[in-house]
């Protein structure tokens, strides 16, 4: 009956190991920006980026080191099998051994866990355990909102590649009609010079534009796990269309920040340390042993694995360490200092986890408020560039004054689509303050 209850502890035991190490991706968050792009480029993430895929290795190797810690408190049987080749006197009677023979020595070793010492040590694992799945979540976290940031932004520089565009062909327009009015003597070369800085501006602006989206494309396909030479094959909405369409609070519930999972890593490497301390507090006390051995042999008078055949003893017994040099006082010292240090960290942390959360709802705010002037601006604008249309027709205004307006009007888009994007941006910093719980 007590064989049984044993074996019944074991698969208990056996079975509270068997956690899982995969992360079920909780993918609304993405869902709510209208934009099957990104919700195809958050997946492809989860699949193939090796950052994670690293993560993971990473927590299935502290999910069997609780069960490698949990070996040490179960006995231990080993066998071996020797060859034993003897020489003995000749002509004394007491020597009736075989002197060639085979030795199949069994040999079993426990130590009683009477103060629960390597149950402390699974213990203390289980919660490196708990400590790793939280960082492999604040790993998949950051990868996705760093895919999702990646994308807003690439969408961006299409959308101020597209006007800039536009501004730098009037500039064009512009400079070859007062090239033509220099020619002819209607303008002086300081103005000319003015018009052909103004273009030159304009194009390095533009230039500087294309190598940034060329830099975010090949990030990005980092982030999603492809080659940077497939950059040029990334699919993508555009940024007029892509939107959030939940609400984002003006507060946050402070459980919530608690909840973040670089806070419940160093929470269960401080339960671990704790452990650790009790660990090396009872390493001061004695410790209790039970070695068996067993051994069958072909020298003796029996067949082999018959009584006859075999010898075995049994030892038990109690060892206390007398002079280690210190060394029990240095390691608890050590698990205690180890103790401090995370318990400092976990405070630091928790600072770092408020004031990341402030901030990205302080950038928000004033995000939003940027953006409506910046749409204000933008119509506003779109009402006198659609009179200076008129004008033109009417041939009121001459055709460089109405470059000027378009220009001024892509201008003024530009900045309404910088905005939107860092409001967007904004709304993926928050859902990472917040360990992915917006």
Same mark, same amino acid.
């Given at each position: 009956?007590?064989?049984f209850?044993?074996?019944?502890l074991?698969?208990? #035991?056996?079975? !509270?190991?068997?956690?899982?190490? $995969?992360?079920?991706p909780?993918?609304?968050?993405?869902?709510?920006?209208?934009?099957?792009?990104?919700?195809?480029?958050? +997946?492809? %993430?989860?699949?193939? !980026?090796?950052?994670?895929?690293? $993560?993971?290795?990473r927590?299935? #190797?502290?999910?069997?080191e609780?069960?490698?810690?949990?070996?040490?408190?179960?006995?231990k049987? %080993?066998?071996?099998?020797?060859?034993?080749?003897?020489?003995?006197?000749?002509g004394?009677?007491?020597?009736?051994?075989?002197?060639?023979?085979?030795?199949?020595?069994?040999?079993?070793?426990?130590?009683?866990?009477?103060?629960?010492? !390597?149950?402390?040590?699974?213990?203390?694992?289980?919660?490196?355990?708990?400590?790793?799945?939280?960082?492999?979540?604040?790993?998949?976290?950051?990868?996705?909102?760093?895919?999702?940031?990646?994308?807003?932004?690439?969408?961006?520089?299409?959308?101020?590649?597209?006007?800039?565009?536009?501004?730098?062909?009037?500039?064009?327009?512009?400079?070859?009609?007062?090239?033509?009015?220099?020619?002819?003597?209607?303008?002086?070369?300081?103005?000319?010079?003015?018009?052909?800085?103004?273009?030159t %501006?304009?194009? +390095?602006?533009?230039?500087?534009?294309?190598?940034?989206?060329?830099?975010?494309?090949?990030?990005?396909?980092t982030?999603?796990?492809?080659?940077?030479?497939?950059?040029?094959?990334?699919?993508?909405?555009?940024?007029?269309?892509?939107?959030?369409?939940?609400?984002?609070?003006?507060?946050?519930?402070?459980?919530?920040?608690?909840?973040?999972?670089?806070?419940?890593?160093?929470?269960n490497?401080?339960?671990?340390?704790?452990?650790?301390?009790?660990?090396?507090?009872?390493?001061?006390?004695?410790?209790?042993?039970?070695?068996?051995?067993?051994?069958?042999? *072909?020298?003796?008078?029996?067949?082999?694995?018959?009584?006859?055949?075999?010898?075995?003893?049994?030892?038990?017994?109690? +060892?206390?360490?007398?002079?280690?040099?210190?060394?029990?006082?240095?390691?608890?010292?050590?698990?205690?200092?180890?103790?401090?240090?995370?318990?400092?960290?976990y405070?630091?942390?928790?600072? !770092?986890?408020i004031?990341?959360?402030?901030? $990205?709802?302080?950038?928000?705010?004033?995000?939003?408020?940027?953006?409506?002037?910046?749409?204000?601006?933008?119509?506003?604008?779109?009402?006198?560039?659609?009179? %200076?249309?008129?004008?033109?027709?009417r041939? +009121?205004?001459?055709?460089?004054?109405?470059?000027?307006?378009?220009?001024?009007?892509?201008?003024?888009?530009?900045l309404?689509?910088?905005?939107?994007?860092?409001?967007?941006?904004?709304?993926? *910093?928050?859902?990472?303050?917040?360990?992915?719980?917006?």
């Amino acid at each position: 009956m007590r064989f049984f209850s044993i074996l019944v502890l074991i698969f208990a #035991q056996l079975l !509270n190991c068997a956690y899982s190490s $995969a992360i079920s991706p909780d993918l609304e968050f993405f869902k709510s920006f209208n934009d099957d792009y990104l919700l195809e480029y958050i +997946t492809k %993430s989860l699949e193939n !980026n090796h950052d994670l895929k690293q $993560a993971n290795h990473r927590v299935e #190797q502290y999910r069997l080191e609780i069960k490698n810690s949990f070996s040490n408190e179960l006995p231990k049987l %080993s066998v071996a099998g020797n060859y034993l080749g003897a020489h003995f006197p000749k002509g004394d009677t007491n020597f009736l051994l075989s002197r060639n023979s085979f030795v199949l020595p069994f040999q079993a070793s426990y130590e009683p866990d009477f103060l629960l010492k !390597n149950r402390d040590k699974t213990k203390s694992t289980k919660r490196l355990y708990f400590a790793q799945l939280a960082n492999q979540k604040a790993i998949y976290i950051s990868l996705l909102g760093d895919v999702a940031s990646a994308y807003i932004n690439i969408l961006l520089y299409d959308y101020l590649i597209e006007k800039q565009e536009n501004i730098l062909k009037n500039n064009e327009i512009n400079l070859l009609r007062n090239e033509n009015k220099y020619k002819y003597g209607v303008i002086d070369y300081d103005e000319l010079n003015e018009i052909k800085k103004e273009y030159t %501006s304009q194009k +390095t602006i533009y230039d500087n534009l294309v190598k940034n989206q060329k830099n975010t494309l090949y990030n990005f396909c980092t982030l999603i796990g492809e080659s940077a030479e497939n950059s040029s094959e990334i699919k993508r909405g555009k940024l007029e269309t892509i939107e959030y369409l939940k609400d984002i609070p003006d507060e946050i519930d402070s459980n919530l920040v608690y909840s973040r999972p670089d806070l419940i890593e160093i929470e269960n490497k401080l339960k671990s340390a704790k452990i650790d301390i009790t660990v090396a507090k009872k390493d001061f006390f004695p410790s209790f042993k039970i070695n068996g051995f067993l051994a069958f042999d *072909t020298a003796g008078w029996g067949n082999f694995f018959s009584w006859e055949s075999s010898f075995a003893f049994l030892i038990a017994g109690l +060892t206390q360490d007398i002079f280690t040099g210190g060394k029990k006082i240095a390691n608890l010292k050590i698990k205690k200092a180890r103790f401090e240090e995370l318990f400092e960290m976990y405070k630091q942390a928790d600072l !770092n986890a408020i004031k990341e959360v402030a901030n $990205a709802l302080n950038v928000i705010n004033y995000d939003k408020k940027n953006e409506q002037s910046a749409k204000y601006q933008l119509s506003l604008e779109e009402k006198i560039f659609n009179n %200076s249309n008129k004008k033109l027709k009417r041939g +009121t205004i001459s055709k460089l004054d109405y470059i000027k307006s378009e220009n001024t009007l892509n201008q003024k888009e530009q900045l309404f689509g910088t905005s939107k994007a860092l409001r967007l941006v904004g709304y993926v *910093t928050l859902y990472k303050a917040l360990g992915g719980q917006l």
